[in-house]
Each structure stands twice: as C-alpha cells, then as structure tokens.
C-alpha cells in the first residue's frame, strides 16, 4: 500500500531528524582507515560503469558529509552536493576543503539548477525516498543533454542480505527503518519513467560492504583486510558481472538524458 502524502512527510521528516542526530557518528565511517577504503571502492565502481571522463560538472544528490568531493580530487571542474540532513552539510561545510566543491541543504524533490550538471551521482539514497519518482525527474532536469545519471542502490535479491539489512535495523539505532530495496527489475523501471536512455544495471560489492558500513578495529588488521576486500570485489565484478547478481550488497543503475 502506497503512503499518502501525511504518511510520507512524517516520514521524511523522520529520517531528516535521524541524520540530523547522527550526523557526527555517520561521519565516522569516513573518517575510519578501513571503512572510507570500502566506500571510496563503492563510488568508484558506480562512476566507472558510465566510464566518466575527469573535468567534469558533478552534482552528489544526498551527499551526507561530502566525503565524496574529497575521494574525488582533482577529477571534477565543479562538484555541488545537497542533502537534507543540516548537520552533514555544516560538517561538508566545515570540514571538506577541495577546490571547485560546494555543498548547501536542499530536497532531492524540490532541487532545481540553471546551471545543469555532466553527471549526478546518489550512493544508497533512492531507497530512503517515498516519491523516487518526483526526485528522478527533477534529477534529469539538473542533467545536460547526454548526461548521466548514477545510483548505486541495496537490492533486494540476496536473502542472505535482506536478513542481515533486516537484524541490524532492529539493533542499530543509527539505522533508517524507512527504506526500502531495490530489485534490478524496478530500478531500470524507475529509469525508463524518467525518460534515461543506455540504461545499464550492474551487481556491486560482495565482499567489500560490509567493511564500508562498519568501521572495525584495530585498522592495523581490519585496513589491509578491507583493501583485500576491495581488490578481491573489483576482480571478480570485472569478470562475472553477470553471474553476480543474486548475491550482491548493492546495484548500480546507469542511464543517459537523451542528447
């Protein structure tokens, strides 16, 4: 049953509240030796599925504390990163000191832009939205022509993770309960309502994701298993993408605006 539209500002707000709560322990994860391996690892692996070039316009839809612009240095001419959460922009603002980067608080649902990007990317974001609808099309008008669109998701094809995703929302209190999984089905529907063309779905992170989402200690240890993890994820993902699927943490979606 869909929400209506109480039900889903209540909660909106809801999860803004809890991101504004746990802006400083989130912030954790990439501060951590091993954790920000994992999830650099992740961003890259979604960028490359479009095989972007460097010197680009990058918007970061739900870039929490823009951790983002620092992985990226040196490879974008402007990045601009949104979210809702004021407590992870203050820290962007504060904190991430990379040339051509800006951040500011906005809704994915209200963003709008005269000066559209080369590609937009969101790292596990559509699924803490109730309209992902209204957000891709706003995200497509914020794109150039032949522009793309990245999304790397947690999908809903693996029990053994929907288990695991299922245990910690009930033991992490940092956790959203308000999300949902994604199947490669529906997230290529989602794609093609928005009008994106190309549309590639690709399986990501099986050994590496758990590293990203919690950090471990020591890092004398949990550092060269993380890198370990990396490598081991990017090989095979470079060989068996296809065969992938049923167990991976996450999907990636590409799509490209029409020229």
């Not at 929400?3 to 951590?32: G, S």
Request: aromatic content about 6%; glycine content about 6%.
């Amino acid at each position: 049953m869909n929400p209506t539209v109480e039900q889903a500002a209540e909660r909106e707000a809801k999860d803004q509240a809890l991101f504004n709560e746990i802006a400083e322990e989130y912030c954790r994860k990439d501060l951590h030796a091993a954790a920000q391996l994992g999830r650099k690892q992740r961003l890259l692996r979604t960028l490359a599925v479009a095989d972007l070039p460097d010197d680009l316009d990058i918007l970061e839809a739900g870039c929490g504390a823009g951790f983002t612009a620092e992985y990226l240095a040196g490879r974008f001419r402007r990045f601009h990163g949104i979210d809702y959460a004021q407590g992870l922009i203050d820290y962007a603002n504060e904190h991430i000191r990379v040339p051509g980067a800006t951040f500011a608080v906005g809704n994915i649902k209200e963003f709008e832009t005269s000066e559209p990007f080369d590609a937009i990317v969101m790292i596990g974001v559509l699924h803490h939205l109730d309209d992902m609808d209204l957000a891709m099309t706003r995200l497509v008008a914020a794109l150039k022509p032949g522009g793309y669109l990245l999304a790397n998701e947690p999908q809903s094809g693996n029990p053994l993770v929907r288990a695991a995703r299922y245990v910690r929302k009930n033991l992490d209190a940092s956790y959203s309960d308000d999300q949902a999984e994604l199947s490669a089905a529906e997230m290529r529907t989602l794609y093609e309502r928005a009008g994106l063309t190309n549309i590639r779905i690709v399986p990501q992170g099986i050994f590496s994701t758990p590293f990203a989402e919690v950090p471990l200690n020591p890092t004398l240890l949990t550092r060269p298993l993380t890198k370990l993890a990396c490598g081991v994820d990017t090989l095979i993902e470079s060989c068996a993408a296809p065969l992938l699927r049923p167990v991976t943490w996450n999907l990636i979606a590409s799509g490209q605006r029409p020229a």
